[in-house]
């Protein structure tokens, strides 16, 4: 299944997409490339896209805290 990317206001973050069914939040940064984050909650999503500052809420809220790999 391919993931629908929607773009993002962000000086770090390009674009961002979420698998719901399998909890799978896709990450594309300007900078560092794509990842994708696994066993990521529905609300911490919606939290993320409403946060004011999404690298702030990244690096609180989801860097560090969930497996990922880096897609290039």
Do not use: C, N, Q, T
């Not at 000086?11 to 900078?31: N, P, T, V, W």
């Amino acid at each position: 299944m391919v993931m629908i990317m929607e773009k993002v206001r962000s000086s770090k973050i390009d674009a961002i997409g979420f698998d719901r069914s399998a909890m799978i939040l896709k990450i594309e940064f300007f900078r560092d490339g794509v990842f994708e984050y696994y066993g990521v909650p529905e609300r911490i999503v919606d939290e993320f896209l409403a946060s004011d500052s999404l690298g702030i809420y990244f690096k609180r809220f989801i860097k560090d805290k969930y497996r990922y790999v880096r897609l290039g």
